[in-house]
């Protein structure tokens, strides 16, 4: 139960008392400063606790974003201040100074008015105090303290004049979307959003429906027949409905939870990646063999995604941004079919399902395989080549933390980074652009030798190689322009090698087990990108060693490939995928459950 000290006296006619009782807060009322402190003292420690000053007027969405989101730990609003555990102790401390200082009182002495004005002292105290206070953007929304009753009377016709259910409405979508999201799923999933509220849903409930859907169309896919693949695309559009739900029901009714941040986040791969495996299987009943194609798609959308989550974490709070090519990117923007144009070239998540589910109707699995590998490409090449401009021509300084996380995505294993200890100091006197340079040129030189050589002992040389460039990549801490481009070349390195030894093995069930390998590595990368994101640092050191990192996954897997045969091969590759995937999921789902992360909600990927 939360609790709202409200102070000052009431007003005749405010619906304060029961617009915070809506929202789920015992009132309680403080006659002066000293009585709003013993108040706030009642209140147990982990529970939620607002001050309100009496005289508030406004909407009731206002005070929803300003006193109940739980990602912040400290929010305010214009006459309320609010504090979660997490920030319950500065609360109290900015409390007991505008006690100590006497109230603030005015010199009129017109105690009750100064203690109607002590949601806003604190707030001031707080930011004197250097506290992080969240202020939402309430936009049209009004949320203010009338002094005198003209004022309060404006105010009211204020409140009046405006929908604040249309606003919180509006505002559930997401304000930056891709084109197929925006007109022609946000129009009526937001209201499917309102409808799951009103009934009690949760987003994590829906969120569960839309993998639930969405692993029904790839069982329907899976069946080969057309009656499938036209029931398939119709289910992969209503999963992605009921994805763009999820967080819309998240912004309506600001439902963020861990558990809720880690099933968002990691669904939607499963579900794709599922779908993928489901027309690969559709596609061999019919005597079509495209499990090359579908572990193609899959290393390419991964390498996509890493490429963003690299991107970000590099420059999200680098210094000194001068660049001239996010400046034109940013002049770009703002001319409106420019917007729609750049958001749909990348192939957003919103256009990518569209495009699959669509062609899983009408054509093959073959031939959707071939469109979204291509348009993959294409996207890819746009997007990266940008922030390649971006990065060259930006005179900025990276942080710490930036190169903290690249090495964490880096993902490498205890034989790179004992290389990488060991070539430390020759490794400081390498120019900027050798560190992405000899990420490209090992992973390159592995999955080409697997490609042109087959299993065998030359692609175990070159495993070993490989391992010997990636110690070196990381070997100093990764800062340069260019330094994102490290992770995502270790990806392309360890799927190709996995993708082009399973082809080279040329018997059934090589490529399903690769798929099944890659999945559960992918995961595992993902995983490590959220944990970054929440600002829950990466996964225990323990679980890196015992997977290997992808140096050491990728020279076991050339060293099987050299010293067992074809259908041996495929053995262990399956009993390979199958304990990563067990250790990798055990320690996500003890890690995310046991809420060691903040509250948040994802908000989908760009790609």
């Known amino acids: 139960m939360s609790t709202a000290i409200l102070t000052g006296q009431p007003v005749p006619g405010s619906s304060i008392e029961g617009d915070l009782r809506s929202l789920g807060f015992e009132v309680r009322t403080a006659a002066d400063a000293a009585d709003a402190e013993t108040l706030l003292a009642q209140v147990p420690g982990d529970q939620r606790v607002a001050v309100v000053d009496a005289r508030f007027v406004g909407h009731v969405h206002a005070l929803r974003l300003g006193l109940t989101d739980p990602r912040f730990p400290l929010a305010a609003i214009p006459g309320a201040v609010t504090a979660q555990p997490a920030g319950r102790q500065a609360l109290t401390r900015a409390m007991a100074r505008e006690h100590s200082a006497g109230g603030g009182a005015p010199a009129d002495g017109d105690t009750a008015l100064a203690v109607a004005g002590l949601a806003d002292r604190v707030v001031a105290a707080l930011d004197a105090d250097g506290a992080s206070v969240h202020r939402p953007e309430l936009g049209s929304l009004v949320a203010t303290v009338p002094t005198d009753p003209q004022t309060r009377n404006e105010a009211r016709q204020a409140v009046a004049a ?5 606003i919180r409405l509006k505002s559930a979508v997401k304000a930056r979307d891709g084109f197929f999201t925006t007109f022609f799923i946000s129009p009526y999933s937001r209201y499917i959003a309102r409808w799951c509220a009103r009934r009690g849903l949760t987003p994590n409930q829906v969120t569960t429906a ?3 859907t969405a692993l029904i169309a790839a069982g329907c896919a899976a069946t080969g027949t057309r009656g499938g693949f036209v029931a398939a695309g119709v289910l992969l559009i209503a999963s992605f409905v009921l994805d763009c739900t999820d967080g819309q029901l998240a912004r309506y009714s600001l439902q963020y939870s861990t558990l809720g941040a880690w099933l968002d986040a990691t669904f939607d791969r499963a579900k794709e990646y599922a779908y993928y495996a489901g027309l690969a299987l559709g596609a061999a009943r019919g005597g079509d063999d495209v499990w090359a194609l579908a ?32 400046a034109l990117s940013d002049k770009l923007d703002s001319v409106g079919w420019t917007v729609w144009l750049r958001r749909m070239i990348v192939l957003p998540i919103g256009e990518r ?44 300084q990276r942080t710490d ?21 060991a070539v430390r100091n020759p490794a400081r006197r390498l120019p900027g652009f050798a560190v992405p340079a000899l990420a490209l040129l090992g992973g390159a030189a ?56 399973a082809v080279d093995a040329g018997v059934n069930g090589a490529l399903p087990a690769a798929f099944g390998l890659v999945a559960a590595v992918a995961y595992h990368h993902y995983d490590t990108v959220y944990r970054i994101r929440g600002n829950a640092g990466a996964p225990p050191a323990w679980l890196v060693r015992a997977t290997g990192g992808h140096d050491g996954r990728t020279l076991l897997v050339t060293v099987l490939a050299a010293v ?44």
């Not at 899983?360 to 031939?367: D, L, N, W």
């Open 564 to 607: 067992l045969t074809a259908a041996q091969f495929t053995v262990a590759l399956t009993v390979l995928a199958v304990a990563v995937a067990l250790v990798v999921l055990v320690e996500s789902i003890r890690f995310w459950v046991s809420a060691g992360a903040p509250a948040v909600h994802d908000e989908g990927e760009p790609a």
């Open 162 to 166: 405006v929908d604040d259910e249309a």
């Open 295 to 326: 572990l193609g798609a899959m290393v390419l959308q991964t390498c996509r995604h890493v490429v963003d989550f690299s991107f970000n974490e590099a420059n999200h709070d680098a210094t000194a941004n001068t660049s001239p090519t996010a």
């Open 210 to 212: 839309s993998l639930l």
């Open 401 to 421: 933390r930036a190169a903290t996380a690249l090495a964490d995505l880096a993902d490498s294993g205890p034989l790179a980074q004992a290389l990488a200890r």
């Open 446 to 501: 592995v999955v080409a030798t697997a490609a042109f050589t087959g299993s065998g002992p030359w692609t175990v040389v070159a495993a070993l190689g490989y391992a010997l460039t990636s110690g070196l990549a990381v070997a100093r801490p990764l800062k340069g322009a260019l330094d994102w481009l490290v992770p995502p070349f270790f990806r392309a390195a360890e799927y190709g090698t996995v993708l082009a030894l």
């Open 353 to 396: 399902w569209a495009m699959i589910a669509v062609l899983t109707a009408v054509t093959t699995p073959r031939v959707t395989f071939y469109a979204l590998l291509i348009g993959c490409a294409f996207a890819a090449t746009y997007t990266t080549a940008g922030r390649v401009l971006r990065s060259l021509t930006r005179n900025a």
